[in-house]
C-alpha cells in the first residue's frame, strides 16, 4: 500500500483473532524489520517471535498485573478530557482490557531483544535519561509495524513487559548481555483494525532553526 497511507492509518490496533498467520506474511514482516537502519549497520537487535501456546500464556500472565496497576491511573485522567477525546480514550481502555485478557491469543508475539554492547550510545554520559541506543532499535519496531499493516495485520508495541525482564528472560532463554525493550502481539483484527489517527499537527510538533 502507499506508504503515507500506511503511516497514517497505523492504529495500535489490541482486538486480535486467534486464527494463523500464514508463513509467508511472517517471513515477509520479520523481514521487513531486518531493512531498518543501526548504527554502524551493526543490527544490535533480534526478535524472538513467540508462537507457542504456553509461552504466550506465560507472557500474559507476566503482561496482565501490570496493565490492571496502571488502568486506574488512566481511568482518573478520563474525567479531565474533552468530550471528543474521552470517547476515543474509553475504546482504547477497552481495547487494552481486553489485549490484557487475549494476549495469549494471538498467533504471534515479537519479542524486540537488544545488545547494548554492539551499540554507539553517544548519550550515556549525559545527565539525563539516555535514549540514543533505542535509534538502532526502534526503526527496526516501526518497519515491523508498517509492514504488519501493509499485510492487513493488527498490531500494538507494548512495553509493560520491561518491569518483568528478568523473567522474561529466564522464559525464553535470553541471554545475559541481552535485553528486551518492545513487545509486539500481532493477527487479524477481531473489528475493524487500522483506520485514521489522532495526532498533534506539524505547526505543534516542529520548529525551525531554534526551538
Sequence with gaps: MDLYEAMSTLRAVRRLRPDPIEEAVIERVLTAATWAPTGGNTQPWRIIAVTDAELKQALQDLYKPHWDAYVPGYEARLGQMPEDVKTSSIKALDAGNYLAAHMHEAPLIA???????????????????????????????????????NEGLGCVITTLLCYEESAVKDLLDIPEDWYTCAHIPIGHPVLGGHGSIRRRSVDQMVRYNRW
Aim: aromatic content about 10%; hydrophobic content about 45%; charged content about 15%.
Design 111 to 149: 519479542i524486540f531483544c537488544f545488545n547494548p554492547k554492539l551499540m554507539a550510545i553517544t548519550d550515556s554520559d549525559l545527565d539525563r535519561p539516555s535514549v540514543v541506543g533505542g535509534g538502532s532499535v526502534y526503526p527496526a519496531v516501526q518497519n515491523f509495524l508498517l509492514a504488519c499493516r
